[in-house]
């Protein structure tokens, strides 16, 4: 790309010339001229290997980050709503929110999802749904991201079915697909299969997009839910890259090619409350995934070993107490999300340790990065924080810290972190630290250690009126089911049971690439709950054992 | 208070296992038996291991949204058994809901940002209020 003779302040600036830039004054409101980076001649520069500093030369300079609310709540016709509503608000990607029985592969009408349908996200059983979803919605040009993991196949095909028949061609869609299963076992806890079956979807997702779906992100690797789940900073970071190397290792074990498939390969973080060390967290991402993607992965397209990621403000630093503060703290949290160089982020709304945010949460939200973005001028500077003192020790001491977890891993693995990292769920290693991570802050909260406002100290005002709260009722359960009755009785029952006769017989052989089957079935309006029991069939499902 | 045993429970879909983990320990710590059931439980497998296990309460806890659906299902299904076992939910439940689910037989309520003392003393007066009566 660039001869050795070349300083890297060089290179960079080449780099530089050759992007866009944004329309912007990028002046301090005093009028003094801002630079895109700071730092010496010979120092590390955005969009330079290890990428510490950022994976682009340019950062925010060509363009701002991705503005990606995430919704979803009540039917399809509700969120197709919503969705519209941020579009309108001025978000620039759309991220969907299943409810819990999607989520888990169940219709609506299984005994299972009762009261659970359409109240933490949206309820999507058929292809009926996705097209009433993105109905109106051009997926040519809005790019969209689905919170899905167990069934990201299944929903996944289903969403190319439902572009298609719009009249988007597959290789035009561009979005992010969930799809990790690692940390649902680790964390989240939305499990259906086993952990190797259910691996086996996710190279299926991997080498199908890698073919057919170029600008298509097969796997966002999410730590977020990690940490809500009450890890520390440095397991986040750990859990995550190891999660995400188990991936590499499994395509690469597939016969992809690095290359192919590493840059459709993205990150989800959590933006917590303590603000430096967020920033360390994200430094130390780029430059140990871009290091392991080249030195032990062989990969050579710089894209293969350029972390980017989402980010999202901690859900569990909000309070019921005093709700409006969470705007402060959200804020705050965004602000590190933006100084760590986050390619898109998602802001939480303040009424959302009690419900769903109503419109006008979500909206002060979405304000918040736009004040960020257009107000600060924070994002005229690559990596603002490169070459403090502080922030670089930390981002030392963070890569050290996961260093060690990645080494623990090694070993369970017998050098395969792919193994190591299964061997890890299947003994609950991870499921036990993060729970210790908890409790440990929990005591430390307890003991007054650690203040959190409005709920172990500075109560005055928590007695106040609270502020209005989005309520969804059983209502939309029984729309919903009443709208999957008339999918059942209107489609062609002999093609459903055809497809899924296939599905289960191309289930059995491990070789079998399930995605186009799944597409085929869901152009049939076979439901989520079909073809996941047919899987389920085949590969058997996974039970936790509970452990305290 | 020693040696009271409580259950303590994943009822429906809800993955989030933090807040369970965490009041169990809580629990644990202050000197209860404590019983974790594991995820995915339905009002009939959580009242019937509260029975089983000769529990003398349960703690559900419900993030997902559903408690006004199923929070009062486990209390029915207790009863069906004969059981007068009282039901504490924990969760992310909002102030209106709270009269509701009282009227529906929950016995308490522990709303997000309840301390661990104030868990443990919310735990205790449901079961001396069992015990006196």
């Known amino acids: 790309m660039s001869s050795d003779t070349t300083s890297p302040r060089e290179q960079w600036e080449q780099a530089f010339n050759a992007s866009p830039t944004r329309d912007a004054e990028f002046t301090t409101l005093s009028g003094i001229p801002i630079d895109p980076v700071y730092g010496p001649e010979d120092g590390d520069f955005p969009g330079q290997y290890p990428y510490t500093r950022g994976p682009y030369a340019s950062m925010y300079r060509s363009r701002l980050w991705t503005m990606r609310m995430f919704a979803g709540f009540g039917t399809a016709e509700d969120t197709n709503w919503r969705f519209k509503e941020i579009i309108k608000a001025g978000g620039t990607g759309l991220s969907t929110a299943f409810d819990m029985p999607t989520l888990l592969g169940l219709d609506s009408d299984d005994p299972m999802s009762l009261g659970e349908v359409g109240r933490c996200g949206v309820a999507v059983d058929s292809l009926s749904d996705m097209e009433d979803l993105y109905a109106g919605i051009d997926l040519g040009e809005v790019t969209t991201s689905m919170t899905i993991n167990s069934p990201a196949a299944v929903i996944f095909a289903m969403f190319i079915a439902q572009a298609e028949k719009a009249g988007v061609n597959r290789a035009q869609l561009g979005g992010t697909l969930q799809n990790d299963i690692l940390k649902e076992y680790q964390a989240q806890k939305e499990f259906v299969f086993p952990p190797r079956q259910s691996m086996r979807l996710v190279r299926d997702t991997i080498d199908f997009t890698s073919r057919e779906m170029p600008r298509w992100h097969s796997v966002s690797i999410s730590g977020y839910h990690i940490r809500e789940a009450g890890s520390t900073a440095v397991e986040e970071l750990a859990f995550t890259l190891a999660n995400g190397f188990a991936y590499v290792e499994l395509a690469l074990a597939a016969g992809l090619d690095v290359d192919a498939f590493a840059p459709r390969l993205s990150f989800f973080f959590n933006a917590h409350i303590d603000f430096f060390e967020e920033i360390a967290k994200y430094r130390a991402a780029r430059r140990i995934w871009a290091r392991w993607m080249k030195e032990r992965y062989g990969a050579t397209d710089p894209r293969s070993m350029q972390c980017r990621f989402h980010s999202q403000t901690a859900g569990v630093s909000l309070t019921a107490q005093q709700p409006e503060v969470n705007i402060a703290r959200t804020a705050i949290e965004a602000l590190a999300g933006v100084l760590g160089g986050t390619q898109s982020l998602h802001t939480n709304s303040m009424d959302e340790a009690l419900a769903l945010p109503t419109e006008k949460a979500a909206r002060i939200a979405l304000r918040t990065q736009q004040v960020i973005a257009h107000e600060t001028n924070v994002a005229h500077v690559a990596d603002p924080l490169g070459g403090s003192y502080y922030v670089e020790s930390l981002t030392d001491e963070v890569e050290r810290q996961a260093e060690e977890i990645f080494a623990h891993l090694e070993s369970l693995g017998n050098g395969s972190l792919l193994e190591g990292v299964i061997t890890g769920i299947e003994e609950n290693w991870f499921q036990g630290r993060i729970s210790d991570s908890a409790y440990d802050l929990e005591r430390r909260l307890n003991a007054g250690q650690r203040i959190t406002v409005g709920v172990n100290d500075f109560q005055a005002g928590n007695e106040e009126d609270q502020i209005q709260l989005l309520r969804i009722t059983n209502e939309d359960e029984q729309r919903q089911r009443k709208r999957l009755d008339s999918v059942r009785s209107d489609r062609n029952q002999d093609a459903v049971t055809e497809v899924l006769n296939k599905l289960r017989v191309e289930a059995e052989d491990p070789e079998v690439d399930l995605m186009p089957t799944l597409i085929e079935a869901s152009h049939a309006y076979a439901t989520v709950g079909e073809m996941m029991n047919t899987m389920a069939g085949v590969f058997g499902r996974h039970v936790e054992v509970p452990s305290i | ?133």
Not at chain 2, 63 to 85: C, K, Q
Not at chain 2, 105 to 117: I, K
């Open chain 2, 1 to 133: 208070m020693s040696g009271e045993r409580i259950l303590v429970a994943k009822v429906g879909l809800d993955g989030h296992d933090r807040g369970v983990k965490v009041v169990a320990r809580i629990l644990r710590d202050a000197g209860y038996e404590v019983i974790y059931t594991g995820l995915f439980q339905t009002p009939e497998t959580v009242a019937a291991a509260a029975v089983d296990e000769d529990a003398d309460a349960i703690g559900l806890s419900m993030l997902s949204g559903a408690h006004m659906t199923l929070a009062p299902l486990v209390v029915e299904a207790v009863r069906a058994r004969g059981a007068d076992i009282p039901v504490i939910l924990g969760g992310t439940v909002p102030d209106h809901d709270l009269d509701e689910l009282k009227a529906k037989g929950v016995a308490a309520v522990l709303t997000p940002g309840t301390t661990a003392e104030g868990i443990i003393k919310e735990v205790q007066q449901v079961l001396d209020g069992t015990q006196a009566a």
